[in-house]
């Protein structure tokens, strides 16, 4: 009989594709989809709350998965650009076939997924964005974890005012985020009954600092609430001392990371920063202890923006749990809505079809002689 190389070739194709689909279904039978910018202004932050999501992944991947399914988390590149993130996002549930798409960054970016989340109806949970346009009013798919921004900004205007500074000047990033942040903290000034000292708009990508540090040296201002990008705010603080003001400078939890501290430099010292969870060195916190001593299996150093992740992966894992031994992205969206009480570890979370807020914790830090988020 003779043998026909084609018909050869055939089986061979077959083969290998059945040996790669084995091996893709025993490393990993649960995907979930992330797109985030990996580079760009915001890559440090996303590195460190990727890293710290994947903390807990891969603890729980060691003990054996979710209801006996490994979870792989596929991670892609939007270069913080919200056209880029929708493309990627379709991708991934239309090709990749992800049970639900993860930790995206950015409030611009969040929303420019909202239809193609809907569309397909995959749930996004744990936006590391506190858009009130995310919470409010209450999208379907969207599972918050963190605190929103809006209570960050006006926290941060309170703590401003408890310290008897008055002339405050506040810097925003001209997108949907800052002006989410600016909201927050104009309803610091209207409830404690005073005025920000100016209010200047920053490009989202490249901020002209040569239009807006004259106007808040010329408002004399005492402390800035500066709402940017981590490199956007770092240069910002080196242009206001090359100008000789020693303002405060106070930015959100979007730039809670190392490497926020370490684009800062020599100006890191007593800059602060608004906070969502818990002191990241606290041991009596059972979520923090919990994520030290697997980020210390690692060799790594526990940051507030790796908490973040961290925190955003339970309720995943959680979710993943619920929805039993063969999820669905509908069945995924049931167990969340349905999630009461979860602790997190002296953290509650709980969701229903009307709230899907999650988390409202926040607290502020400053950085250290160190080069540390102290509380």
């Known amino acids: 009989m003779q043998f026909d190389s084609r018909q050869g070739r055939t089986w061979a194709c077959a083969i290998a594709f059945a040996l790669a689909a084995l091996f893709t279904d025993a490393r990993a039978q649960i995907l979930i989809g992330q797109t985030a910018g990996f580079t760009g202004p915001v890559a440090t932050g996303v590195k460190e709350t990727t890293d710290g999501a994947r903390l807990w992944i891969d603890a729980v991947n060691a003990r054996g998965g979710v209801n006996g399914q490994t979870v792989e988390l596929v991670s892609v590149d939007d270069k913080f650009e919200p056209a880029l993130g929708a493309k990627n996002a379709t991708q991934l549930i239309v090709e990749r076939g992800v049970l639900a798409i993860f ?5 611009p970016n969040s929303e420019a997924l909202l239809p ?26 969207v599972f918050n974890v963190r605190a929103t921004y809006q209570r960050e900004a006006e ?15 506040v810097v925003h990033a001209d997108d949907s985020f800052g002006r989410d942040a600016l909201e927050g903290a104009n309803k610091g000034f209207s409830r404690l009954k005073f005025s920000p000292a100016a209010v200047l708009r920053a490009d989202r990508n490249q901020p002209d600092y040569a239009q807006i540090i004259p106007p808040i040296s010329a408002a004399r ?9 981590a490199k956007g705010v770092a240069d910002g603080v080196r242009a206001l001392r090359a100008a000789k003001s020693a303002a405060q400078v106070v930015t959100l939890s979007n730039n809670a990371s190392s490497g926020f501290i370490k684009l800062l430099g020599d100006h890191a010292r007593g800059v602060m920063v608004t906070q969502v969870f818990p002191n990241e060195r606290s041991i009596a916190s059972p979520m923090v202890k919990e994520a030290l001593d697997l980020a210390k299996a690692k060799n790594m150093a526990l940051s507030p923006a790796m908490l973040e992740g961290f925190a955003a992966a339970k309720v995943l894992v959680e979710g993943l749990r619920r929805a039993g031994k063969n999820p669905t992205r509908e069945k995924l969206q049931a167990a969340l809505e349905a999630m009461s009480s979860y602790n997190l570890g002296g953290l509650e979370v709980s969701y ?6 999650g988390l409202d914790f926040t607290d502020l830090s400053i950085v250290d002689f160190e080069g540390r988020f102290v509380r």
């Open 103 to 107: 930790l995206t960054r950015g409030t």
């Open 116 to 141: 193609v989340i809907e569309q397909h109806g995959v749930p996004l949970i744990g936006p590391s964005t506190g858009a009130m346009v995310l919470h409010h009013p209450v999208k379907k798919r």
């Open 155 to 169: 926290k941060a205007v309170e703590h401003l005012h408890t310290l008897g500074i008055q002339r405050i000047a």
């Open 221 to 229: 201002a005492q402390a800035v609430l500066w709402m940017g990008s």
């Open 352 to 357: 229903s079809p009307n709230d899907h807020t």
